[in-house]
């Protein structure tokens, strides 16, 4: 399994804490500041997974989610929603995300919602 990820977040501090955990479990990590066409970035990475911050320019992460989600070939990737919203839940299912992780989250939850969705979409796949 390719083991690719898309972090979309304006806050490159968490884009470079997650990338180098990311990095240290072998994946191949892929990041954008910002969500414009975002899924011409998504068709051009094939991530196996994307993390979506709530608060990203230009359009935020609910549309953003959304439109990867409306797109037949790309609905199928699944997208975890990240936020420090304490309504992190709601904007989530709001979104059409798989899964959310709240912000400030430890390395253990990061590695934890990544695979759990990874393995929820390989077994409906299978």
């Known amino acids: 399994m390719d083991k690719r990820i898309l972090i979309c977040d304006d806050d ?5 804490i997650c990338t180098y955990i990311l990095e240290e479990q072998n994946w191949e ?3 954008k500041t ?3 066409d975002i899924t011409g970035v998504v068709r051009s990475i094939k991530p196996s997974v994307i993390l979506m911050d709530n608060w990203i320019p230009d359009t935020g992460g609910i549309v953003a989610t959304q439109s990867i989600k409306a797109d037949p070939e790309l609905s199928n990737i699944p997208i975890i929603y990240f936020s420090a ?3 992190i839940k709601s904007l989530a299912k709001e979104a059409g995300a798989d899964a959310f992780l709240e912000k400030p989250f430890d390395i253990e939850d990061l590695e934890r919602v990544v695979l759990s969705v990874l ?3 390989s077994d409906t796949n299978s």
């Open 12 to 16: 490159t501090d968490i884009l470079s």
């Open 119 to 121: 393995k929820q979409f």
């Open 85 to 87: 919203n304490n309504d």
């Open 34 to 36: 910002n969500c414009i």
């Open 29 to 31: 990590v892929h990041t």
